[in-house]
């Protein structure tokens, strides 16, 4: 069973920055794919990265440029750098977790991913 844990979400200015951390623990997975999503008020959860096991990373178009996505190995933690955020960046933020596809590629929706943390909230004010 893998246990995923989100923290360093807050508030903050349009235009600053915040770093978001998903700790990882009681699996027994060699690979696992990891992602990251978001979920505003009234609307649905949407892919903000997804992170392969090859070590590149696919950002939605709505982030590319402003968010990027690593990963400690040795910690099993995942992060998120978000800069030049923006109201509409405010949401509660999920890391997700998947078994590789036969395919040995990684999922890009939200319904290919099987462990969800609990979610950390995100609050962009002008």
């Known amino acids: 069973q893998v246990q995923l844990v989100e923290s360093g979400g807050g508030s903050v200015q349009s235009g600053g920055s915040l770093k978001l951390s998903c700790a990882r623990s009681?699996?027994?997975?060699?690979?696992?794919?990891m992602g990251w999503f978001r979920q505003a008020p009234g609307k649905e959860r949407e892919g903000v990265a997804y992170?392969?096991?090859?070590?590149?990373?696919t950002y939605a178009d709505i982030v590319t440029g402003r968010f990027t996505s690593s990963q400690d190995s040795a910690k099993n933690t995942l992060y998120l750098r978000m800069n030049s955020l923006k109201r509409e960046d405010t949401a509660m933020y999920y890391c997700?977790?998947?078994?590789?596809?036969?395919?040995?590629?990684?999922?890009?929706?939200?319904?290919?991913?099987?462990?969800w943390g609990q979610g950390t909230q995100v609050t962009v004010s002008s």
């Open positions: 009681g699996d027994t997975y060699s690979k696992l794919c």
């Open positions: 992170l392969h096991t090859d070590g590149s990373t």
């Open positions: 997700a977790a998947a078994p590789v596809l036969y395919t040995g590629r990684c999922p890009t929706t939200r319904g290919g991913y099987r462990y």
